[in-house]
């Protein structure tokens, strides 16, 4: 059976005598289409979503570029502090560098402090920041522009 704009008018409103009589129908029609096609748009994520540009998939990020680690998305916000010992120089302590981080994963984010060579444990498992580049250099101060970290799925 074949359904036309009028035949469809004519059973909701119990006419079938002109084209005037669809008017009813289309302002009903159209708020039903357009709530059809936004709800087709409102899905809830299976994965991180993230803001920032592409995200890369080797664990590396440089500060405010997210990357892939495992199940979360890594973006490094800023370095907190950086007291490693330059390569140039002798030092009795190795120094340490933490940087604030926010962590993506499906359904939640965090932001959160860490350190390089410790783990930290994320409602998707354990990441550790693992690397950071540049080597710290005496006498020069690197920019911030210039790092770029290594994160690992522990």
Excluded: H
Excluded at 74 to 101: F, L
């Amino acid at each position: 059976m074949l359904f036309t704009t009028q035949s469809v008018a004519s059973s909701f409103i119990g006419r079938s005598s002109g084209v005037k009589n669809l008017r009813p129908v289309k302002a009903l029609l159209f708020p039903l289409a357009a709530f059809l096609a936004v709800a087709g748009c409102a899905s809830y994520p299976n994965g991180p979503i993230v803001e920032g540009g592409p995200v890369r998939s080797d664990g590396l990020a440089a500060i405010g570029q997210p990357t892939r680690v495992g199940a979360v998305v890594v973006t490094p916000k800023n370095v907190v502090e950086d007291s490693r010992c330059p390569m140039n120089a002798r030092c009795v302590w190795a120094g340490q560098v933490i940087i604030t981080a926010r962590i993506d994963g499906a359904g939640w984010r965090e932001t959160t402090s860490l350190k390089l060579g410790e783990s930290f444990q994320t409602r998707a498992g354990a990441i550790a920041l693992t690397s950071v580049r540049p080597e710290k250099m005496a006498g020069a101060r690197t920019s911030p522009t210039a790092y770029l970290f290594g994160f690992e799925q522990r």
